[in-house]
Antibody, heavy 121, light 107 residues
Framework: QVQLQESGPGLVKTSETLSLTCIVS????????WSWIRQPAGKGLEWIGR???????NYNPSLKSRVTMAVDTSKNQFFLSLNSVTAADTAVYYC???????????????WGQGTLVTVAS | DIQMTQSPSSLSASVGDRVTITCRAS??????LNWYQQKPGKAPKVLIY???SLQSGVPSRFSGSGSGTDFTLTISSLQPEDFAMYYCQQSYSTPRTFGQGTKVEIK
């Protein structure tokens, strides 16, 4: 059974960089797309971006200038960095695996439990 | 970006009721539409993928239909454990986008 676990600081200061790690267990990180998704309290889901283990990335244009994703395949973990954060970046952050069911179609089949990141001065 | 619009935003229903949630895409997404259920404090869980395919382990009272721009999630007989938020999500293109959610509450 694949499991994902997010970790990182729960509090980040305004204008600084939010850094999170997602550790994947129970399966290989190779050969899949891995995404970060966030959810402000009481609100909907926002896709931040994804990477494929070959190195390709796709970021949400709304966040692209501030986002970096990276992977350490040797440790089966991947990372999110979001710089110049403001209170609007306060949210629960999820990591998730995107699996394909045909040549093009995909869905998020495994999710971490989420980690709350609060941005405050 | 493809905008996903769900309706209603919330609904009240009783155990045993048939419930229908709709999702409309701002452009055709063929059948690249997924449905998720989210309970408080938990991550979303996929129910339906490819508009109408039931994820393994999901009860058969959940079903999905639609193609192009209009999609429907139906719960044939609402159970107590079904009271939750429901989101649609398109996988036709990036950025991936979700509907704003539908809250299913107990009447």
């Amino acid at each position: 059974q694949v499991q994902l676990q997010e970790s990182g600081p729960g509090l980040v200061k305004t204008s600084e960089t939010l850094s999170l790690t997602c550790i994947v267990s129970g399966g290989s990180i190779n050969g899949y797309y891995w995404s970060w998704i966030r959810q402000p309290a009481g609100k909907g889901l926002e896709w931040i971006g994804r990477f494929y283990t070959s190195g390709s990335t796709n970021y949400n244009p709304s966040l692209k200038s501030r986002v970096t994703m990276a992977v350490d395949t040797s440790k089966n973990q991947f990372f999110l960095s979001l710089n110049s954060v403001t209170a609007a970046d306060t949210a629960v952050y999820y990591c998730a695996r995107e699996v394909n069911y045909d040549s093009s179609g995909r869905y998020f089949d495994y999710w971490g439990q989420g980690t709350l990141v609060t941005v405050a001065s | 970006d493809i905008q996903m619009t769900q309706s209603p935003s919330s609904l009240s229903a009783s155990v045993g009721d048939r419930v229908t949630i709709t999702c409309r895409a701002s452009q055709s997404i063929t059948n690249y539409l997924n449905w998720y259920q989210q309970k408080p404090g938990k991550a979303p869980k996929v129910l339906i993928y490819a508009a109408s395919s039931l994820q393994s382990g999901v009860p058969s009272r959940f079903s999905g239909s639609g193609s192009g721009t209009d999609f429907t999630l139906t719960i044939s007989s609402l159970q107590p454990e079904d009271f939750a938020m429901y989101y649609c999500q398109q996988s036709y293109s990036t950025p991936r986008t979700f509907g704003q959610g539908t809250k299913v509450e107990i009447k």
